[in-house]
């Protein structure tokens, strides 16, 4: 099981951090990934990181903005989101699978609201 926490609502240009706790047994092979969806907009894909390895990839909409990590020993993936606009308001939800796009557990979403 995962369970997303963590946001919020925020002005424009400030910074939130999501977090992922899981639950049961986590794979070197794991793909951990947040994704959100917008008000009318379909779920994207927002960044990946690859459990064992640490190998990260993200959107090109939040390259260089938003950070993906994680903790092995609190089985915790987080989301660092700086520089936020209004168009990264979403509800973010974490995922795990075998790789980006194939995910297989999800979280409940958490909602993130930024202002102008």
């Keep these: 099981q995962l369970q997303a926490s963590g946001g919020g609502l925020v002005q424009a240009g400030g910074s939130l951090r999501l977090s992922c706790a899981a639950s049961g047994r986590i794979y070197s092979s794991t793909s951990m990934g947040w994704l959100r969806q917008g008000p009318g907009k379909e779920r994207e894909f ?5 459990w064992g390895a640490g190998t990260t990839y993200y959107a090109d909409s939040v390259k260089g ?11 915790t993936v987080y989301l660092q989101m700086d ?10 939800y974490c995922a795990a699978g075998r790789s980006i796009g194939e ?14």
Excluded at 66 to 74: A, L, N, P, Q, Y
């Design 83 to 92: 520089s936020l606009k209004p168009e990264d308001t979403a509800v973010y």
């Design 46 to 50: 927002v960044a990946n990181i690859r």
């Design 103 to 116: 995910y297989a557990v999800w979280g409940q979403g958490t909602q993130v609201t930024v202002s102008s």
């Design 65 to 75: 903005r938003f950070t993906i990590s994680r903790d092995s020993g609190e089985k």
